[in-house]
């Protein structure tokens, strides 16, 4: 199994991720953080492929994507 880490401090909420993931398990939160950026969310960790597209999509390298090593 494969999950991503999203650094809120770093997300501006630009959504390039949203449309990146394959699988639509990133989206925007609609509630602004303390900045004022509707950062973006991961959802259903268990169908995350690790692909790592949602990363290289991401201006601000928000995005740490960890894969599982397989044995």
């Known amino acids: 199994m494969s999950h991503i880490v999203i650094d809120e401090a770093r997300c501006?909420?630009?959504?390039?991720?949203t449309t990146?993931?394959?699988k639509n398990l990133v989206s925007l939160n609609p509630v602004?953080?303390?900045l004022g950026f509707t950062v973006?969310?991961?959802s259903n960790p268990e169908n995350c492929?690790?692909?790592?597209l949602c990363a290289e999509m991401c201006?601000?390298?928000?995005?740490?994507?960890?894969k599982?090593?397989?044995?």
């Open 12 to 17: 501006k909420g630009c959504g390039l991720c």
């Open 68 to 71: 599982e090593a397989t044995p």
């Open 40 to 42: 973006a969310l991961f």
């Open 20 to 22: 990146a993931c394959p």
């Open 59 to 66: 201006p601000d390298v928000a995005i740490t994507v960890f």
């Open 49 to 52: 492929t690790g692909c790592t």
């Open 32 to 34: 602004p953080n303390s």
